[in-house]
């Protein structure tokens, strides 16, 4: 079993819709969950980051922490055609990053 | 951009070859991390350097190996190719207080575009 699980999609949305992202994770020991942004032919871009149980708001985007249950979600509001990229979850403890298999979304204009 | 750079920008070489990736960290940084993502996956963590001493290091075996150098720069060796070993390789650069506090490094991490190697 992987220590994060990503759904790898591809989502297809229409422009102005509200995606949601998943990831399961089953190490209790991971401190930091984090989002990433990719696009094809670059490296992956921070877009949010928690460290407790709860949810994160930044502009269009939401981050959501469920400890207990081991799962994290990322909400994009009001989607845009720039949104289109490889979103990636991932965790962090002791220094070492894991990260999800990442879901790849195209915002339909 | 995110000023960390990485070269070449893409690489062939052949099974059983040995092959060398560069990193150029951004100013102020003095960690190195590094990563391979095969197509369709993640990232996986290779390891970590930081102030010139490796500072963990994930599931990769010894033939992976590199190098942090004063300025902060960085190289990953990879020794005994394997065609498995075709992926694209990201660098990231980041500030640590200290070796074991990993605040900073969650929100001073910045990825380079990366390498893509191809084993044949």
């Known amino acids: 079993q992987k220590e994060v699980e990503q759904d790898p999609g591809p989502l297809s949305v229409p422009e102005g819709a509200i995606v949601s992202l998943n990831c399961t994770y089953s190490?209790?020991?991971?401190?930091?969950f984090m989002w990433y942004r990719q696009y094809s032919r670059k490296g992956p871009e921070l877009l949010m980051y928690?460290?407790?149980?709860g949810n994160k708001e930044d502009g269009r985007f939401t981050a959501q922490v469920d400890k207990s249950s081991k799962y994290i979600s990322l909400f994009i509001r009001d989607s845009q055609p720039s949104d289109s990229a490889t979103y990636l979850c991932?965790?962090?403890?002791?220094?070492?990053?894991?990260f999800g298999s990442g879901t790849k979304l195209n915002v339909k204009p | 951009e995110t000023g960390v750079t990485q070269s070449p920008t893409h690489l062939i070489k052949t099974r059983g070859q040995q092959v060398t990736l560069r990193c150029s960290s951004q100013?102020?940084?003095?960690?190195v991390s590094w990563y391979q993502q095969a197509l369709g996956q993640g990232p996986q963590f290779i390891f970590q350097?930081?102030?010139?001493?490796?500072?963990g290091r994930g599931n990769f075996p010894p033939r992976f190996s590199g190098l942090q150098f004063p300025n902060y720069s960085s190289e990953l060796n990879v020794n005994a190719l394997e065609l498995d070993d075709s992926a694209l390789y990201l660098c990231?650069?980041?500030?640590?207080?200290?070796?074991?506090?990993?605040?900073?490094?969650?929100?001073?991490?910045?990825f380079g575009p990366g390498t893509r190697l191809t084993v044949l």
């Open positions: 928690t460290y407790s149980s």
């Open positions: 100013s102020g940084h003095n960690t």
């Open positions: 991932a965790m962090m403890t002791f220094n070492k990053f894991y």
């Open positions: 190490n209790s020991a991971f401190q930091y």
């Open positions: 350097y930081y102030r010139e001493e490796e500072n």
């Open positions: 990231a650069s980041s500030y640590l207080d200290n070796p074991t506090g990993g605040g900073s490094l969650v929100y001073t991490q910045y």
